[in-house]
């Protein structure tokens, strides 16, 4: 256990900085699989919709530093390739 000032301090940072992650991560997923099972429901018109309500989350994510930009970046990609293919 820390038993410095400056260190309990960074130990009370490092735990709601982890939590506010963990939230974030958690809504992503969640959002993300929306997207999926409208994809796997073969609705492309829904599909496009939770797509746009997505992009923002994903992007939002990245912004904060949840998870890295490219990686949103391919999340999103791989999403709207799935996306676009149900609409053809």
């Known amino acids: 256990m820390a038993t410095h000032k400056s260190a309990?301090?960074?130990?009370?940072?490092?735990?709601?900085?982890r939590l506010r992650n963990r939230n974030v991560k958690s809504n992503l997923k969640t959002t993300m699989k929306a997207v999926s099972s409208a994809i796997?429901?073969?609705d492309p018109k829904k599909a496009q919709e939770v797509l746009s309500q997505v992009t923002p989350v994903i992007n939002k994510a990245a912004s904060k530093g949840v998870i890295h930009k490219k990686n949103a970046a391919r999340k999103i990609s791989r999403l709207t390739r799935k996306v676009n293919a149900l609409k053809s």
């Open 8 to 17: 309990l301090k960074r130990s009370k940072q490092s735990k709601e900085k």
């Open 40 to 42: 796997e429901a073969k």
